[in-house]
C-alpha cells in the first residue's frame, strides 16, 4: 500500500523555481510540484497536453492560440494547455503548483534552452509520503 503524499511537505523541501519534481506516479502519468516565479520562456509540448493546477500564488498562462488567451489561475484552480499549443507561465511573485503530464514531459517542451529541468524524482521517497 502506498502511504497519502503531502504536497505542503513536498514544497518544503526545496525552494529553486521552474525545476518540478516527481511526487507520484499513475500509468504513464506523473504529478510535480513546481515552485514557480517571474516569466518562463515561450514553448509547446508537440505530443502532449499539460495540466497545471495551482497551490499557492497566482499564476498567468499566456496562450498563443488564436485568441491569444491569457488565463489567470488562483489557487484552488487548474488548466490543460493543449498539445502543441505556445505558452509561457507568467507568476506573479511565487507560486507553487502541481503539474500533470506523461513520463518523460520536458519543462521547456520544444524550445528547449537555460531553463530546461533536468529530470528530478528525488522527492518520491522523501518526507512528506507518510509512513
Ligand atoms: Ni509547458
Not at 523541501?13 to 510535480?32: G, T
Not at 497566482?58 to 502543441?84: A, C, H, M, N
Amino acid at each position: 500500500m502506498k502511504d497519502p503524499v503531502d504536497l505542503a511537505d513536498k514544497l518544503a523541501l526545496f525552494s529553486e523555481h521552474w525545476s518540478p519534481k516527481v511526487v507520484a506516479r499513475l500509468n504513464d502519468y506523473e504529478i510535480k510540484v513546481v515552485k514557480l516565479a517571474g516569466e518562463f520562456v515561450w514553448h509547446d509540448h508537440a505530443g502532449t497536453d499539460e495540466l497545471f493546477f495551482v497551490i499557492e500564488g497566482r499564476l498567468t498562462i499566456q496562450l498563443r492560440d488564436p485568441d491569444e488567451r491569457r488565463v489567470t489561475l488562483r489557487p484552488g484552480q487548474l488548466y490543460v494547455v493543449p498539445r502543441g499549443v505556445e505558452h509561457r507561465p507568467v507568476a506573479d511573485g511565487e507560486v507553487a503548483a502541481l503539474l500533470i503530464e506523461p513520463t518523460g514531459t520536458v519543462n521547456t517542451g520544444e524550445a528547449g534552452g537555460g531553463l530546461t529541468a533536468t529530470y528530478d524524482d528525488s522527492l518520491l521517497d522523501a518526507p512528506g509520503t507518510d509512513g
